[in-house]
């Protein structure tokens, strides 16, 4: 009797390790910037809403921001990739949000407001960030790490999500390939 109790627990716990290292292996080659849309942020849907106070005391609503592309960045002033990205997300930002075409909002995730004010105070960027109250953003939009980012359209629906640290060139690229899609 003894025995049979040692293989009955080898038959469930193999396939379980499986399945384990199968993920582990799927979540640990996921390149960064690859796109990870999921249930709750889907390519073509309206974006989740999004609105909260900013560090300067705005309120920023993105459906306030129709007419125009948003990203809508997540991260948190701890995160190495986030700080990499930054510099990309200030460079975009500049060239677009004068004109109206595109911006940046940051949601700071598991963050104190004190610490993005000071990060954003020595890295730049003039743009919307929500610091306070923002996990139920996240959870809207389905971030699990940052940083990630979801590129709204000037419409309202999503376009892309982002996983790890974007670049200008990147998020310009998608925008331009949402844009040709859209006239044919």
């Not at 849309?37 to 300067?56: E, F, I, W």
């Not at 459906?63 to 948003?70: S, T």
């Not at 407001?113 to 960027?125: L, M, S």
């Amino acid at each position: 009797m003894t025995t049979q109790a040692p293989n009955r627990a080898a038959w469930i716990v193999a396939p379980v390790a499986v399945v384990l290292c199968l993920l582990m292996l799927l979540l640990a080659t996921r390149a960064p910037g690859s796109t990870n849309l999921n249930a709750v942020v889907g390519k073509g849907k309206l974006a989740p809403s999004l609105a909260g106070q900013t560090l300067d005391g705005e309120v920023f609503d993105l459906d306030a921001h129709r007419g125009r592309f948003v990203v809508v960045n997540f991260f948190s002033t701890t995160c190495v990739p986030c700080i990499r990205e930054h510099p990309e997300l200030v460079s975009f930002h500049e060239r677009y949000a004068p004109s109206g075409f595109a911006e940046v909002v940051s949601v700071a995730f598991d963050d104190s407001a004190a610490n993005v004010a000071a990060f954003f105070t020595k890295y730049g960027g003039d743009w919307p960030v929500i610091a306070q109250d923002t996990g139920s953003i996240a959870v809207s939009y389905g971030v699990a790490l940052v940083p990630e980012s979801v590129l709204v359209a000037d419409n309202g629906e999503v376009i892309d999500k982002l996983v790890g640290g974007v670049t200008a060139s990147q998020l310009e690229s998608v925008i331009a390939t949402y844009l040709e899609s859209s006239q044919t």
